[in-house]
């Protein structure tokens, strides 16, 4: 069974970083791209960002030139480090995992909350 | 960033059917690119309903179906019961942004 577990969340201070991790298991982890979706307290779901199997990644606007997604798959871990965070930036970090050759997402972990907040 | 756009609720009472839309642009939707439905139960993560349009994942039952044309796409549920009360979102792929978009979500509320 496919399971993507979040960590790493916290409360950090406006400008301030942040990395929070996926671990991946029940899966060959380097075969499959991976993203992260955010979703701010009563708000709807935002992609984030995406990397590929070859480590192509990219960003949604919002964090393009401060957030950096990586991946380990020695490890089966899938990274975010979140830098010069602001308060806008205050969700929950979902991992999805992608679906083969469709771009939909056929799992997702429980999420990481994250709090920009002085 | 663009994002498609979905009513905030919609509502029915039990055995009743609704109708959710989605609508996109042409780099979105409009650009043959699939459309996807997640459904949200309160306090969980999103769970894939259907894929590629019109394909019902796993374990979702047939009272649930979707369609897609042009720039649009929809989500019915038929025979509406309680457990279907949940935030609905659609998502498709944005070629301009290389990047996945969702929709805005809707609330579907059993009356």
Same mark, same amino acid.
């Given at each position: 069974e496919v399971q993507l577990v979040e960590s790493g969340g916290g409360l950090v201070q406006p400008g301030g970083s942040l990395r929070v991790s996926c671990a991946a298991s029940g899966l060959t982890f380097s075969n499959y791209g991976m993203s992260w979706v955010r979703q701010a307290p009563g708000k709807g779901l935002e992609w984030v960002s995406r990397i590929t199997t070859s480590g192509t990644t990219s960003y949604a606007d919002s964090v393009k030139g401060r957030f950096t997604i990586s991946r380990d798959n020695s490890k089966n871990t899938l990274y975010l480090q979140m830098n010069s965070l602001r308060a806008e930036d205050t969700a929950l970090y979902y991992c999805a995992k992608k679906y083969g050759g469709s771009y939909h997402f056929d799992y997702w972990g429980q999420g990481t909350l994250v709090t920009v907040s002085s | 960033?663009?994002?498609?756009?979905?009513?905030?609720? %919609? $509502?029915?009472?039990? @055995?009743? /059917? %609704? +109708?959710?839309?989605?609508?996109? $642009?042409?780099?979105?939707?409009?650009? #043959?690119?699939?459309?996807?439905?997640?459904?949200?139960?309160?306090? +969980?993560?999103?769970?894939?309903?259907?894929?590629?349009?019109?394909? /019902?994942?796993?374990?979702?039952?047939? /009272?649930?179906?979707?369609?897609? !044309?042009?720039?649009? #796409?929809?989500?019915?549920?038929?025979?509406?019961? #309680? &457990?279907? &009360?949940?935030?609905?979102?659609?998502? !498709?792929?944005?070629?301009?942004? $290389? @990047?996945? %978009?969702?929709?805005?979500?809707?609330? %579907?509320t059993v009356l």
């Open positions: - | 960033q663009s994002v498609l756009t979905q009513p905030p609720s %919609v $509502s029915g009472a039990p @055995g009743q /059917r %609704v +109708t959710i839309s989605c609508t996109g $642009s042409s780099s979105d939707i409009g650009a #043959a690119y699939d459309v996807h439905w997640y459904q949200q139960l309160p306090g +969980t993560a999103p769970k894939l309903l259907i894929y590629g349009n019109n394909n /019902r994942a796993s374990g979702v039952p047939d /009272r649930f179906s979707a369609s897609k !044309s042009g720039t649009s #796409a929809s989500l019915a549920i038929s025979g509406l019961q #309680a &457990e279907d &009360e949940a935030d609905y979102y659609c998502q !498709s792929y944005d070629s301009s942004l $290389s @990047g996945y %978009v969702f929709g805005t979500g809707t609330k %579907v």
